[in-house]
């Protein structure tokens, strides 16, 4: 394998543990250990051997995978510096032309046709060097930058690269009806199931060749700027850590599926929480009485028993904007936690409150589109389509004052931004004096707090309010919260 030699195995090795803890990855002593007794086992020649070796060490869970992979890539990777350009007497010095953009394209649908693992490595290197480049590095002499439909001329004068860019320019999607004739063209009969099967499987290429486009970019930035900070950086979190404001779609649906194995985890750590608290306090009067045969020695303390009695839950959600996504995976994650409490009642608003424990049960339609149901079936809006905390906290001290009782802990789930409208605090005085206990989960960062129409710091005031931006933050929390 190129890229790692024996003396450097060890540094490298420390690196990519490193890099991997920085992404929120758990891992000990023990498990770096293993990881070098597997490198020591299956040696450097089989780089794909080692990968699976390496994973199988150091991660606890199938989703890590998104984050050690490329990790992987930049610390162990396939080649060293630009490729070499055997095709051209000139090699590297040779500026890029259109025509060998154009070859380029063949080459790729040919290789994507035939499933060539090896020449799509290849030219992904070739692609990013000769289309990706941009800038120019200090020093460099030549014509450069990214002007024109020709990438930055040759390697050595670029400044950094861009998959972005290099996909921009070759449009391998665009090869999929090529590739599709081509094989017909070879092919008999026509069956139009086998013809979707082999654009989904030729789909399915292409977006491997822009994975390697991508890796290939950053190995090449990583060689110019450090591989450290570029493994820091550059590498997308895992949907867990990223903030719930800006997630996508598919990291919300991820966030989604792993609501049933978090509720798992969390009920296990609230049942402990719940023994621990059951064993009670020492009673001091009966500890001193019993101690009367020990000459007043208390040889055996006496704990005054607790009877629990199964808390109560009511979440009241903001499901306005992008603050639903938030709301949403808190509301199914508490469903999911329904066993744990005697009763669970879930209100959402925007700037009317209606209550939607329905819509969340576990005979709802699945959680894909609970914004759609909530916001279709459920009266949260009134004459326009803005939060408004104000009115909404009014309404449901007003309208569900049975809801919140001496048993019960409320969580209010939103970013406290009012539109600049009344916040109402004296309704919120009245729902926290009313329950055993109100928390506060805002998903904004906490500098953002009481900037613009943030009301953030005046209801920090009056309940306790935490900073709740991703799902690790919030499963922490759930787990330290949470009644028992």
Not at 167 to 184: F, N, S
Not at 264 to 286: E, V
Not at 332 to 338: I, K, T
Request: glycine content about 10%.
């Amino acid at each position: 394998m190129t890229g790692a030699t024996a003396a450097g195995v060890p540094e490298r090795l420390t690196a990519l543990v490193q890099a991997l803890r920085s992404h929120g990855v758990r891992i000990g002593t023990g498990e770096t250990v293993d990881a070098g007794l597997a490198v020591e086992a299956l040696g450097l020649t089989d780089r794909e051997h080692l990968r699976e070796g390496l994973a199988a060490a150091l991660l606890h869970s199938e989703g890590q995978r998104a984050v050690f992979d490329p990790v992987f890539d930049l610390y162990f990777p396939r080649s060293v510096g630009a490729p070499q350009d055997t095709r051209h007497e000139a090699g590297a010095g040779r500026a890029w032309q259109e025509s060998d953009t154009a070859d380029l394209r063949e080459r790729l649908a040919a290789a994507l046709a035939a499933n060539d693992q090896e020449m799509l490595d290849q030219l992904a290197a070739e692609a990013v060097d000769g289309l990706g480049g941009y800038g120019l590095a200090p020093g460099a002499n030549g014509a450069g930058g990214s002007g024109g439909s020709g990438g930055s001329g040759p390697s050595g004068r670029s400044d950094g690269w861009s998959s972005h860019q290099t996909l921009a320019r070759l449009r391998p999607e665009t090869l999929l009806a090529r590739i599709l004739a081509g094989i017909r063209a070879g092919a008999t009969g026509d069956d139009e199931f086998t013809d979707r099967l082999q654009a989904d499987e030729i789909r399915r290429r292409i977006q491997a060749f822009r994975e390697r486009v991508g890796t290939e970019a950053r190995r090449r930035v990583a060689e110019r700027r450090g591989t450290d900070e570029i493994a820091r950086r550059a590498i997308a979190p895992t949907a867990d850590r990223v903030d719930f404001l800006i997630a996508g779609r598919a990291q919300l649906n991820e966030l989604r599926r792993a609501v049933q194995p978090l509720a798992r985890k969390l009920a296990t750590r609230l049942a402990a929480r719940r023994r621990r608290a059951a064993r009670g306090k020492i009673d001091l009067r009966r500890t001193l009485r019993g101690s009367l045969s020990t000459g007043g020695v208390p040889m055996r303390p006496v704990l005054r028993r607790r009877r629990p009695a199964r808390p109560e839950l009511v979440l009241l959600c903001d499901v306005s904007g992008s603050v639903a996504g938030f709301a949403n995976f808190t509301m199914l994650l508490v469903q999911a936690l329904h066993d744990q409490f005697s009763k669970v009642r879930v209100f959402a608003f925007v700037n009317r409150v209606d209550e939607v424990t329905d819509l969340i049960g576990r005979d709802a339609a699945g959680p894909e589109g609970l914004s759609a149901r909530i916001l279709s079936a459920a009266a949260v809006t009134g004459w326009h389509g803005s939060s408004d905390y104000g009115t909404s906290l009014g309404e449901f001290a007003e309208r569900y004052a049975d809801a919140v009782g001496p048993r019960s802990t409320v969580f209010v789930l939103g970013d406290a931004r009012t539109n600049m409208s009344d916040p109402n605090t004296g309704a919120l005085r009245d729902v926290a004096a009313r329950a055993r206990k109100v928390y506060w989960l805002n998903p904004e960062r906490r500098a953002l707090w009481d900037t613009g129409d943030s009301a953030a710091d005046t209801y920090a005031g009056i309940v306790e309010m935490h900073e709740c931006r991703n799902a690790q933050q919030l499963s922490a929390l759930i787990a330290r919260l949470l009644p028992v």
